[in-house]
């Protein structure tokens, strides 16, 4: 509709020229800072705190893991040290940092842990409580153990009479000779006279049908026992150290909530956990949603299928009494306007799901439509509009989007939503191409070798892609433009400012490509943007 598209022009210089200079546009981290900065002390918080920044909030989680582990060597908690060594046997370093760091943004679920995290964990996982090698050599004693199953198989395959059917024989009498403790710990080479390393069973010879009918039978339950039982240790070993990390995770939790304490320093979750904490409280956060609700009209969400479930306890406070019918704002409209796509849904490392933004739509179409019920209300229509045209990706894009995005399976997002086809307003062709992933392999020591091989493969393929692609000689094509492939024109995007970022633009100078450096654009081709 042109008219309407007219229209739709003419509202950003409107909403400039509307009273008091517009509206008020915020991210919700910004939101909850000025909110906690009018009630601090309702709050919990010291008047004057701050939100600390990326780079102070990277130092102060090391300061802390430093502070803890001299403190607990001070003090004789070596299961503490050990615990976070352990950590980094199975994590490695930097995945063992990555725990903890996500335990101190959890205080709340480490609060929450039971004084007893390793019987917790354990009943979790279906495993009983004692030693889990006691346990083991208990279920290997012959009371508790098919021996005799063990030792038609180990008569059958000496009867196979040759060099594996030897070994086999070996390995099962061996076991047989063996006390219970000693034989839990042969339970993997056991399993391994009939099952192959896959965990499947082996091809039966001939000789061994012929030495035992049963073969198979006895094969296959000797097999599944030592699988149950392996089984039961792995998981108890994974369980215990589950508890020891969160052990160590509630201790850091801690430690860092009194660093953050001693500099008043909250950071990003902080900000939206005290909000919401703020709001729930008796009284107080009736009056806090008071306040609010008189300066309030219009809430903005954007990027929607990113919000969390805090995040969304913060917009229904603000958005409740929108649905309680004319009140004190008389007759003036107050609306509540979400933009979200489910299909874009990326932050679930932060604890986002598209089902959160899918539960939000329901719970809010339920109020309006229970208020437009209400004709004394005088409510607005609840609408579900769906923007399917793109101004900004030409078709072939669009539909390698849409294929894609048809191909995912349940329970991926086709569960959420109805899955439309885009339309381009943008002329011209487009073209998708996808890398295989780079896996990480070994490499020769350097001067970068604190990043993996993985993220330095892929800078230096990225790099070298983009010095053929502007190969004078013969250079990549733009059919949209009618000309070569400028480095201007090139734009990388990453998940993160990170390694990877940096690490590109360091491989695009030593091809030397112009780049302008992370996240820097400018027109000059000679210093193009790598972003």
Same mark, same amino acid.
């Given at each position: 509709d042109p008219a309407m598209i007219a229209r739709a022009r003419t509202l950003f210089a409107k909403l400039l020229d509307s009273p008091g200079g517009g509206i008020r546009i915020q991210t919700i981290h910004g939101f909850s800072q000025? @909110? @906690?900065?009018? %009630?601090p002390a309702e709050a919990g918080l010291a008047p004057g705190f701050r939100p600390i920044e990326a780079r102070e909030e990277a130092v102060l989680l090391r300061e802390t893991l430093a502070e803890l582990l001299v403190d607990a060597e001070r003090d004789g908690l070596n299961g503490l040290v050990e615990a976070i060594g352990? @950590?980094? @046997?199975?994590l490695g370093e930097g995945g063992a940092t990555d725990f903890l760091h996500a335990c101190a943004r959890a205080p709340a679920a480490m609060a929450t842990l039971p004084s007893g995290i390793a019987p917790y964990i354990r009943r979790a996982l279906g495993l009983p409580a004692g030693d889990i090698a006691d346990i083991l050599a208990d279920s290997c004693d012959d009371a508790e153990f098919d021996t005799d199953a063990v030792r038609r198989i180990a008569a059958a395959n000496r009867a196979w009479d040759t060099k594996t059917g030897g070994n086999q024989a070996d390995i099962a009498e061996c076991w047989l000779e063996a006390n219970p403790a000693d034989r839990a710990a042969m339970l993997d080479d056991l399993r391994g006279v009939v099952f192959t390393k896959e965990g499947e069973p082996?091809?039966?010879q001939k000789k061994l049908l012929d030495a035992d009918f049963d073969y198979p039978e006895l094969a296959m339950a000797i097999g599944s026992r030592c699988t149950e039982l392996l089984g039961i240790a792995t998981r108890a070993a994974y369980g215990d150290l589950l508890a020891k990390g969160l052990g160590v995770g509630r201790a850091y939790a801690n430690a860092y909530a009194r660093a953050k304490s001693r500099i008043g320093a909250v950071d990003f979750d902080d900000l939206i956990n005290h909000v919401v904490a703020l709001l729930e409280q008796p009284g107080m956060g009736e009056w806090v949603r008071y306040k609010l609700d008189q300066t309030t009209e219009h809430i903005l969400v954007d990027e929607a299928q990113d919000t969390n479930p805090r995040q969304w306890k913060i917009i229904r406070a603000l958005a409740d009494e %929108? %649905?309680?019918?004319?009140?004190?704002?008389?007759e003036r409209t107050r609306t509540l306007f979400v933009v979200g796509d489910y299909k874009q849904a990326i932050f679930g490392f932060q604890g986002t799901d598209p089902l959160y933004f899918a539960a939000a739509e329901q719970l809010f179409l339920g109020k309006a439509e229970a208020l437009f019920e209400d004709r004394s209300a005088e409510a607005t229509a609840f609408n579900q509009l769906s923007l399917t045209h793109s101004f900004r990706s030409t078709k072939p894009i669009l539909e390698f989007v849409d294929a894609?995005?048809?191909?995912?399976?349940?329970?991926?997002l086709g569960l959420v939503g109805t899955l439309e086809p885009h339309a381009s307003e943008v002329a011209g062709p487009g073209l998708v191409s996808l890398w295989s992933p780079t896996i990480a392999g070994g490499s020769e020591a350097d001067e970068?070798?604190?990043i993996d091989d993985a993220t330095r493969a892929l800078a230096k393929q990225i790099a070298r892609q983009l010095k053929a692609w502007l190969d004078p000689a013969n250079p990549l094509m733009l059919e949209s433009k009618g000309r070569a492939l400028r480095p201007e024109d090139v734009m990388i995007l990453v998940k993160r400012r990170g390694e990877l970022a940096s690490l590109i633009v360091a491989r695009l100078y030593a091809e030397g490509v112009p780049v302008g450096g992370a996240g820097y654009a400018c027109r000059d081709p000679f210093r193009a943007s790598a972003r």
């Open positions: 000025g @909110l @906690l900065a009018s %009630f352990a @950590l980094s @046997l199975r082996r091809k039966y %929108f %649905f309680t019918g004319i009140g004190a704002h008389g894609a995005i048809s191909a995912v399976d349940a329970p991926g970068e070798e604190w």
